[in-house]
């Protein structure tokens, strides 16, 4: 490691440094410099320092573990042995360079602009940064490389503040430093890549073809200006991959150049992550558009984007992206296979991204519910069952306006599968009332058909074939003074008592009445409520038969039916109390 060290202090090139055999020695120093006690000697802590801050300068934007683990020995022997201490590091320490030349104070903003996490240390870097510049020569080696590293800094203020100045002075210091950099400069390839980059987020801004053009053209001269063994080439060919999936043509080469990335950039490095789930993702996109005919990509694009899982933090705004293409990848093998688990892995995945999003994001809410819909009708247990029927209410209760029909579509899909189970008959009735209000003729038909099929009431075929038509009757909202004839009616329908097939007759009118009043047919209300008042008891009952009073499940849908009213009324009332048509006309 020692030499190593010492071949790079006198060529300026770290890049040996990266390969997994140069993290292997390091990997051996450590575990022969510890002690029994768990302490190092200061000798081999100062090695192991300057080994990781070497790592650091040579990575350009992508060291951050390796500055963290720099700082951290650094500040250790910083009082004990100060001359081990690069000006740089006491620098960044005591966060005031030693040397005001244009060397010191643009290693602290780079080093400052690695550590940020807030605007405040973004500004400073980036204030450090153009103060290096001023005292900067035309013509010095070094300018390339420090108008790209100032545009990186205020391309990534803008990811933060989102200030579109900054991203447009971005492209201008990235354009120059190129110009100030012509083939064969040292500082030609951060330039090329950078100005890439930011390029394409102005594409992503804009929507301008000719920024993404450009941005491919520089992140492929990128590709070529590094050799096959380079410790950078596997970040470069992602960002070449990452330009061709923006630009939507061309996949199998992006896919190409993903996997060559995936195959070159250690594991331990922190891209490494990003580029297995914008790899996977790649071959879910690829499996899609080909019709799902090639099974192994979405199986490989699954298996790449469970490895990524571990390596993108929760936090890193590339978790999204990747917790989205794992839900979708889910759907589609569950499409294929069936299986409960991979419904279960859609909703975790979903779910996360709705918490992330502050549970701002309900778009997603319909997506949610389709997987607890489907993983209801594929649960045997009943009781399972019943509970995510349950949940699924409770997500179209925080539902927002727009969502709100297809949610209730979603649960009364997944109710008429309930009451195959259950043969309830309040399932199915609040699946059609819940169909309705979705507009969905399909299901809607064929719960109606289901009903029919156990009440024999005409009504509910009667509908059935109206859709089936195209032509749903109605007549009108149902006046206040039916609704108010109806509710009495119902009140004395409790105090009836009738012979037990008299009430078999009474439940289908009841039927009937429910379903009129939930698809606002007027017409039909008067006639189920004028049928209604002809089945009351008469006062002489046969011999041999007891009348009896309401059966509960009639009670029940009395209850159901009087709450439906009352909340029709409400609906027909306006702010000021007076019901709708009873309003004062104007004079």
């Known amino acids: 490691m020692i030499v190593r060290i010492r071949e790079v202090m006198r060529t300026g090139d770290a890049s040996s440094l990266l390969t997994p055999q140069a993290r292997a020695d390091r990997d051996a120093l450590w575990a022969e410099s510890v002690g029994p006690d768990g302490s190092v000697g200061f000798t081999e802590l100062g090695t192991l320092a300057l080994y990781h801050w070497l790592c650091y300068t040579a990575q350009q934007y992508g060291g951050e573990a390796d500055l963290r683990l720099a700082l951290e020995m650094y500040e250790v022997l910083l009082p004990v042995e100060p001359e081990a201490v690069p000006p740089e590091v006491r620098a960044l320490l005591s966060g005031v360079p030693e040397r005001r030349d244009s060397v010191g104070t ?177 071959l879910l996109e690829r499996y899609v558009h080909a019709g799902a005919r090639d099974r192994s990509d979405l199986d490989a694009g699954l298996t790449r984007l469970e490895a990524a899982r571990p390596k993108v933090p929760k936090e890193s705004p590339q978790r999204p992206h990747l917790v989205a293409s794992l839900a979708v990848g889910y759907n589609l093998r569950f499409d294929l296979d069936g299986l409960v688990q991979d419904l279960d892995q859609e909703f975790t995945h979903l779910w996360e991204l709705y918490e992330r999003s502050g549970e701002q994001d309900k778009t997603l809410l319909p997506r949610i519910a389709l997987a607890m819909r489907n993983r209801a009708t594929h649960t045997p247990d009943i009781t399972e069952r019943g509970q995510y029927v349950d949940a699924l209410r409770s997500i179209g209760g925080f539902s927002g306006p727009e969502q709100k029909a297809v949610i209730a579509g979603h649960i009364g899909a997944a109710l008429i599968d309930f009451y195959g189970v259950t043969d309830d008959l309040s399932h199915l009735d609040e699946a059609i009332t819940l169909l309705r209000d979705a507009g969905a003729p399909d299901p809607l038909i064929a719960a109606l058909r289901l009903r029919h099929a156990r009440t024999r009431q005409a009504y509910d075929l009667e509908e059935a074939v109206r859709l089936e038509a195209g032509a749903v009757r109605r007549s009108g909202p149902v006046p206040p003074h039916a609704l108010t004839t109806i509710r009495k009616l119902l009140s004395d329908l409790t105090d009836w008592t009738l012979l037990p097939g008299s009430w078999t007759e009474i439940d289908g009118e009841l039927t009937i009445l429910q379903s009129a009043l939930d698809l606002g047919d007027s017409d039909a209300v008067d006639a189920a409520a004028v049928r209604l008042a002809h089945m009351a008891p008469l006062r002489v009952g046969r011999l041999g038969e007891e009348p009896l009073p309401p059966p509960p499940p009639i009670r029940e849908r009395i209850n159901r039916l009087v709450h439906a009213l009352d909340a029709a009324g409400d609906a027909d009332r306006d702010t000021d109390g007076n019901t709708a048509g009873d309003a004062d006309e104007p004079e």
């Open 106 to 282: 643009a290693n602290l903003a780079v080093a400052l602009f690695q550590q940020a996490n807030d605007l405040a240390g973004i500004d400073k870097a980036i204030a450090l940064m153009r103060e290096a510049l001023v005292s900067t020569a035309d013509d010095a080696q070094e300018r390339p490389e420090r108008l790209a590293k100032l545009g990186v800094m205020l391309r990534h203020r803008y990811e933060v503040t989102r200030r579109t100045g900054d991203l447009t002075e971005a492209v201008d210091l990235g354009r120059q430093a190129v110009a100030d950099a012509p083939p064969g400069h040292p500082g030609r390839m951060a330039g090329v890549t950078n100005l890439a980059l930011t390029l394409r987020f102005r594409y992503e801004l804009a929507g301008n073809p000719a920024d993404l053009a450009e941005a491919t053209e520089l992140a492929s001269e990128a590709v070529e200006l590094l050799p096959h063994d380079h410790p950078e080439r596997g970040n470069a060919l992602y960002n070449l991959a990452v330009m061709l999936r923006s630009a939507g043509d061309r996949p199998d080469a992006a896919i190409d150049l993903l996997t060559q990335a995936a195959a070159t950039i250690p594991p331990v490095h922190a891209a490494f992550g990003s580029v297995l789930a914008t790899l996977g993702g790649a």
